[in-house]
């Protein structure tokens, strides 16, 4: 069993940044793919980034050159830190850990970005 906690979201002005958090805690052996997601109402859940064991790392081309992926040893804590950010950018960001076929998701925390 894995469990995922984010925290970190909030209101944000355009153009400013966030870095969001998710904290990992049971049994993260097994677990080989992590990253975020998020859902804008009304929207289809969409991939943001996501990063392997192996340090591969993949980005949804919205957020190419703004967004990062970056994690602790043994992946205890996964952050994604958000630049240069746009009203699209609105959304409930979720983490997930994938692997053996099982996937994880945390409660979702929600980034709102407005002036």
């Known amino acids: 069993q894995v469990q995922l906690v984010e925290s970190g979201g909030g209101l944000v002005q355009p153009g400013g940044s966030l870095r969001l958090s998710c904290a990992a805690s049971g049994s993260i052996f097994g677990i080989y793919v992590m990253g975020w997601f998020r859902q804008a109402p009304g929207k289809q859940r969409e991939l943001v980034a996501t990063?392997?064991?192996?340090?591969?790392?993949n980005y949804a081309d919205s957020v190419k050159g703004r967004f990062t992926i970056s994690g602790v040893n043994a992946k205890n804590t996964v952050y994604l830190q958000m630049n240069s950010l746009k009203s699209e950018d609105t959304a409930v960001y979720y983490c997930?850990?994938?692997?053996?076929?099982?996937?994880?998701w945390g409660q979702g925390t929600q980034v709102t970005v407005s002036s």
């Open positions: 997930n850990a994938n692997g053996l076929g099982a996937d994880y």
């Open positions: 990063m392997s064991r192996g340090g591969i790392i």
